[in-house]
């Protein structure tokens, strides 16, 4: 029987299709400025004869145009033969927003406890990223590169134990040493944005995946290695309960994920413009964040028994399922401000909604063994995530502009500041645990306090940092190549530390190909 959730994905796949299909012919029938005007259709006036004198007297020249002549009127929309905001796009910084899933993981062999935990996080479109407060008529690429976007905390190393002698006796009990492994992620996104109403509104989608941690993994320290056999003792025989003892070994390796590629949610994102003269522009909307990535989903195998027993008696899976089921909805208003032919600034303002929240499923059951400390766990719930709001601002001025170039025709030099912060505490869904036991701290370890044992907390999921205040600053240039192409690179680096620094660094590349009727010599560009 298919399950649900992939006959969810396959439905979503299906659309995300037919919807770059459809976008497809849409872009394809948009029309070429290279081919030839459609006739016009007009009363001819009777031919008069032309004098001599008419035929030998030339026409006066056309008086140069001054630097605002093809500029639309205002509140109006893209006029025709405009090429808009060429090269003036602001080139973003992408933003994280945190769901994180901990738990606690042991390993029985000597009893071992490892104590261990790992962290995701999902994306929140950002209606700033390669974008215009005007509506514009283009299919672009975008590559994202950020370093040590993500961590896992996994196990090391394990501290090789010494028997307790404080009344109980208790078999030697080894640490497992916290290590942490970092991922980089590579995001890629194809996109489009088409104009109507004569230029004064536009929708644009964007089809991303990306390279980075896996959305699905199990994180386990060991694998069973056949029956209990004690160096001095010999075999050994059944746990209480009957279980028999097992033997388990290291694969530290296996707790700290793997890497993937995955696609993600798929984004629409509605321009207006409300207003426009010669220096400024207002345009607002609406972006829509479709549920198209995969769920996350992570799995723990760890090993139990009794506090006193040196073998495994029981293998025990946990499961945390985070469904990806919200509709994101992100109204916003952009800015963009040309005072002079080289200068120029632009703002975007977001609040990110989600529209409803995402389920959260957990099972924790043994699938080798028993263990009488044990009780299963089998339970849903829902969590949302935070509401954001989401401020960016660019400035950026023209380094070199030249219309008649032979292929290079502009050089933008850009910086941007880009700030997002949290306008709710983070929801948490705090899974129930089973009963079971682990060692909490180093030193009641080392001290061999038997009192250091403690019941076990179930996972956690939601977002650990609870209010965030990012704050990052880019600093790009694009290159303008003829009449069509832009092509901009950019860096951008976290202006905070601690829980509001979400990666260490990022490269940028953003390649844009404008299509509809363009000329080179338009206000807000070659002008």
């Not at 995946?209 to 025989?237: I, M, Y």
């Not at 260490?504 to 080179?520: A, K, M, Q, T, V």
Request: net charge negative; aromatic share 10%.
């Amino acid at each position: 029987m298919r399950s649900r959730s992939g006959t969810r994905w396959k439905l979503w796949r299906y659309a995300a299709g037919a919807g770059l299909l459809i976008w497809t012919g849409g872009m394809a029938w948009a029309q070429d400025p290279s081919g030839p005007p459609a006739p016009v259709q007009t009363e001819q006036a009777p031919k008069t004869p032309q004098t001599p004198q008419m035929a030998e007297t030339p026409s006066p020249e056309a008086p140069p145009s001054s630097p605002l002549a093809n500029a639309p009127e205002p509140t109006g929309g893209a006029a025709a033969g405009e090429n808009v905001a060429f090269g003036e796009n602001m080139i973003g910084d992408l933003l994280y927003g945190t769901r994180s899933v901990s738990a606690v993981i042991s390993r029985v062999n000597g009893n071992t406890n490892d104590v261990s935990g790992f962290g995701t996080s999902v994306t929140n479109p950002n209606i700033a990223e390669n974008n215009n407060a005007l509506p514009m008529d283009r299919v672009y690429f975008r590559y994202n590169y950020f370093h040590n976007a993500f961590s896992v905390q996994g196990v090391g190393s394990i501290i090789p134990g010494v028997a307790t002698t404080a009344p109980p006796v208790r078999a030697p009990i080894s640490l497992a040493i916290p290590a942490t492994k970092s991922y980089d992620e590579s995001l890629y996104t194809f996109g489009g944005e088409q104009t109507f109403f004569d230029g004064r509104a536009s929708l644009e989608l964007r089809v991303p995946f990306r390279t980075t941690l896996a959305s699905k993994f199990v994180l386990q320290p060991g694998v069973p290695d056949g029956p209990a056999v004690d160096p001095n003792l010999g075999p050994v025989d059944t746990a209480a309960g009957g279980s028999p003892f097992f033997n388990t070994i290291e694969t530290l390796q296996d707790t700290f994920g793997h890497e993937d590629t995955e696609w993600d949610n798929l984004t629409l994102i509605f321009k207006g413009l409300l207003y426009r003269d010669n220096v400024w522009a207002v345009s607002g909307g609406l972006g829509v964040t479709l549920p198209t990535a995969q769920d996350a989903r992570v799995g723990f195998i760890d090993f139990l028994a009794s506090p006193n027993a040196t073998f495994s008696s029981a293998e025990r899976f946990r499961q945390v399922t985070v469904k990806n089921d919200a509709v994101g909805l992100t109204p916003y208003l952009a800015l963009l401000c040309t005072p002079t032919p080289r200068c120029f600034a632009q703002a975007f303002l977001q609040v990110d909604v989600p529209s409803n929240k995402n389920e959260v499923v957990y099972t924790d059951q043994l699938v080798q063994g028993t263990n009488t400390d044990f009780r299963p766990v089998s339970t849903t719930t829902r969590i949302a995530d935070q509401d954001l709001l989401k401020a960016d601002l660019a400035a950026g001025y023209w380094l070199r502009r030249d219309p008649e170039a032979s292929w290079l025709n502009g050089i933008v030099g850009s910086l941007e500041l880009h700030y997002t912060t949290t306008l709710n505490n983070a929801q948490l869904a705090n899974l129930p645990g089973d009963g079971l036991v682990y060692y909490p701290s180093l030193s009641d370890f080392l001290l061999g306090d038997p009192r250091g044992l403690a019941p076990q907390p179930g996972p956690v999921v939601g977002n650990p940092h609870n209010r965030m205040d990012i704050l990052d600053m880019t600093v790009g240039a694009t290159f303008v190549v003829g009449d069509r192409l832009t092509i901009a690179n950019g860096f951008a680096f976290p202006l905070r530390t601690g829980q509001d620094k979400v990666f260490d660094w990022e490269y940028l590349l953003e390649i844009n190909w404008y299509f509809g009727h363009r000329s080179s010599g338009a206000t807000n560009a070659m002008r």
